[in-house]
C-alpha cells in the first residue's frame, strides 16, 4: 500500500490540485487501471462504430448505393437498426447484420454517428 | 483532441513524473510523442491500423513498411480476369496516410529484434519502436508442389492470388487461349486467403468464357471435401449461369504439377489443362515466421483478441490473413480492415496507460460476383467470448443472400468504394 507521506505530497503538489486529476492519479497509483473512465466509455462508441464502417465508409461518410450514417439523427438510428432487427424493414444484410447487436451497442453507435460530420463537409 | 482526452493526458504527463519514484508502471513518451509504432505491410489489416492510429492519437508516431508504391485489392480482383474491370480499378496510392501524418518507407522488412524493440529494412535502416505491428497476409508455399518451386515457373501456371501482375498475366492467359480450352483452378486445403475466392473466380471465368469461348471449360480441383463458403449459392449460380462451362471436382488434392504440359497431377488421376491456375497451401508472411510470430501448426500467429498482441513477442500485434483465426473468421480483407481498427485503438489505449477495450464487436462482409453484376454475400457479427477469450460470431446473426441479385452487385462496387477509403482515405 502507499504511504500516507506520498499521499499528502500529492495533494500538496501543484499539479494534482484538481479533484479529478487526484482520483486519476490515485487509480493509477492503485489499480494500474485507466484513470479515465469517461474516456474509456467514450471511446467505445468509436470502437465499435468501426464495425460499420468498413462497408458505410470512414466515420459513416459512404459514396454509391451504401447509405451515409455520419450525421443520421440518433433517433431515426436507434429506430432502423430496431426495425433491421425485428425484420419489419428488409434489407440485403442489414437484418443479418442488426440481430448481432444489442441496445447498448445500438444507442453508442447512434451517438457516435450522430456527432459525425456529414458527406461533404470537413472531416472532424 | 476533446477535452477528456486533453485532461487525461495532461494528468498522465504528471502521474509518470510521480509514480516513477515510487516504481509504478506507466506510459513512457518518446520522442515528444505518445508513442513510436513501426507498422509491417500496407495491406488491408496495416493500412487501416497506420490510418486509425493517426485518426484516433495524432500524438502516436506512425510509420508504414511496405514495399509496393500502391496498394492492389485482392477483393474484387476476380473481376479483372472477365474482363470487367482493369487492375486500375482496384489501385489506389499511399498519399491519403501520409496526409494523415503516417511515415510511409517503400522498403521490404527483414528483420525484427524483439529484444531492443527495432525492425531493420533492407535498405539497412533500422527503425526502433514502441509497438510493432505486423501485417504480412500471407506466403504462398510451393514446399509441396516441388514443380513450382522455381518461381519463373509461375509465370506459365500463375496464383494469381495476390492481386498484380499475376492477375494481369492469367487474364491474359485466358485471353490468348483458344475457343474449346480447359482452364483448371486448384483449391488447397483451408485455411487459405479469401475461402469464396476460388468459386467466384470460377464465375468469373465462365463468363468470359460463355460470352467469348462458349466450347471452353472451367475445372475447379478442391483439396476440399466441398465447397469452403456460400456452398449452396455458387452451386445453383454454376447449375443455373454455367451448365456444361463449370465442373467441380471436390477432394481432388494437388500432388503436383508438370509446368511443360500444364498438366495438374492430383491424387488420383491427372488433369491437363490449356490454362492451369494453381492457388498454393498458405500461411502467415515470411517477416512474421522470421520475428518468432508463428505459433500454431507451423503457420499462423496465435494473438490476443483484445489487443492482437502476439501470444509469443511481447509488443508486437500481428493482424490480418496471418492470426490463427478465431471460430468462423476468415481470412478476408474485410476483416483484416475490423482487426486493423481494433488493434489501433488497444495500442492507442496501452501506449496510454489504459485498459484496452474488453468487448470489442466485429463484422464481416463479403461479396462474390457469381457474373458481370449478380452478387452473393455472406455477413457475419463477432464479439469476445471472456470465459474462451477469443472472438465468436454472435449467434442468430449474420447469413448469406437468398439468391444472386443485381441490387447486390451495386453494393458490392460501393462497398469496395467505402472499404478502399476506410482503408488508406
Given at each position: 500500500m502507499m504511504k500516507p507521506g506520498i499521499v499528502n505530497a500529492l495533494i500538496l503538489s501543484p499539479v494534482v490540485r484538481r479533484p479529478a486529476a487526484l482520483t486519476a492519479l490515485l487509480c493509477v497509483l492503485l489499480c494500474g487501471l485507466s484513470p479515465e473512465g469517461a474516456f474509456a466509455q467514450d471511446a467505445q462508441g468509436r470502437n465499435w462504430a468501426g464495425a460499420c464502417?468498413?462497408?458505410?465508409?470512414?466515420?459513416?461518410?459512404?459514396?454509391?448505393?451504401i447509405p451515409s450514417i455520419a450525421a443520421m439523427d440518433k433517433e431515426r438510428f436507434v429506430r432502423l437498426m430496431a426495425a433491421f432487427r425485428d425484420g419489419t424493414q428488409s434489407a440485403t444484410l442489414m437484418n443479418q447484420i442488426a440481430r448481432g447487436l444489442n441496445d447498448a451497442q445500438i444507442d453508442k453507435l447512434a451517438d457516435y454517428f450522430a456527432s459525425r460530420a456529414p458527406v461533404g463537409e470537413q472531416e472532424k | 483532441m476533446n477535452r477528456n482526452r486533453r485532461q487525461f493526458v495532461r494528468a498522465l504527463s504528471a502521474t509518470a513524473l510521480l509514480t516513477a519514484a515510487a516504481g509504478c508502471v506507466s506510459a513512457r513518451p518518446s520522442s515528444g510523442t505518445a508513442g513510436r509504432v513501426v507498422v509491417i505491410g500496407g495491406g488491408f489489416g496495416g493500412a487501416t491500423a497506420a490510418r486509425y492510429l493517426r485518426m484516433w492519437s495524432p500524438d502516436i508516431a506512425v510509420t508504414l513498411i511496405e514495399p509496393n508504391m500502391q496498394f492492389v485489392s485482392c477483393?474484387?480482383?476476380?473481376?479483372v480476369l472477365a474482363g470487367t474491370w482493369q487492375l486500375a480499378d482496384l489501385t489506389s496510392g499511399y498519399n491519403g496516410l501520409e496526409r494523415r501524418g503516417v511515415r510511409l518507407v517503400h522498403q521490404m522488412a527483414i528483420d525484427v529484434d524483439p529484444v531492443r524493440q527495432v525492425v531493420t529494412l533492407n535498405d539497412g535502416q533500422r527503425l526502433e519502436y514502441d509497438r510493432l505491428v505486423v501485417s504480412p497476409g500471407v506466403e504462398l508455399v510451393y514446399d509441396d508442389i516441388p514443380g513450382l518451386?522455381?518461381?519463373?515457373s509461375r509465370d506459365i501456371i500463375p496464383h494469381a492470388w495476390k492481386a498484380g501482375p499475376q492477375t494481369a498475366l492469367l487474364r491474359r492467359q485466358l485471353e490468348d487461349m483458344a475457343d474449346g480450352g480447359v482452364c483448371a483452378i486448384t483449391v488447397p486445403r483451408s485455411p487459405y486467403r479469401c475461402p469464396p475466392g476460388p468459386y467466384e473466380r470460377a464465375c468469373q471465368i465462365a463468363h468470359y468464357f460463355r460470352n467469348h469461348k462458349p466450347r471452353s471449360k472451367v475445372l475447379v480441383l478442391d483439396a476440399n471435401e466441398d465447397i469452403q463458403s456460400k456452398k449452396a449459392l455458387f452451386h445453383t449460380a454454376w447449375e443455373q449461369r454455367y451448365p456444361g462451362i463449370i465442373e467441380y471436382r471436390a477432394n481432388n488434392g494437388l500432388v503436383d504439377v508438370d509446368v511443360a504440359t500444364r498438366t495438374a497431377m492430383l491424387d488420383f488421376d491427372d488433369v491437363k489443362a490449356d490454362v492451369l491456375n494453381v492457388v498454393p497451401p498458405q500461411r502467415a508472411g515470411r517477416i512474421a515466421r522470421d520475428a518468432g510470430l508463428i505459433t500454431a501448426n507451423g503457420k499462423w500467429c496465435e494473438v490476443?483478441?483484445?489487443?492482437?498482441?502476439s501470444v509469443a513477442v511481447p509488443n508486437v500485434h500481428v493482424l490480418g490473413d496471418a492470426v490463427m483465426a478465431?471460430?468462423?473468421?476468415?481470412?478476408s480483407g474485410h476483416m483484416a480492415n475490423q482487426h486493423g481498427k481494433v488493434c489501433a485503438a488497444a495500442i492507442i489505449e496501452l501506449l496510454h496507460g489504459n485498459q484496452p477495450e474488453q468487448s470489442p464487436l466485429i463484422t464481416n462482409t463479403c461479396y462474390s460476383f457469381v457474373s458481370d453484376r449478380d452478387v452473393i454475400h455472406v455477413a457475419s457479427v463477432h464479439g469476445y467470448d471472456r470465459e474462451l477469450r477469443t472472438m465468436v460470431p454472435i449467434e442468430g446473426a449474420g447469413g448469406l443472400s437468398e439468391a444472386a441479385n443485381e441490387a447486390e452487385g451495386a453494393i458490392a462496387e460501393a462497398w469496395g468504394t467505402n472499404i478502399w477509403n476506410d482503408v488508406l482515405g
Open positions: 464502417t468498413g462497408c458505410h465508409g470512414s466515420e459513416g461518410r459512404s459514396s454509391g448505393v | 477483393p474484387l480482383s476476380n473481376r518451386r522455381d518461381p519463373s490476443d483478441f483484445l489487443t492482437y498482441e478465431a471460430p468462423r473468421m476468415p481470412k
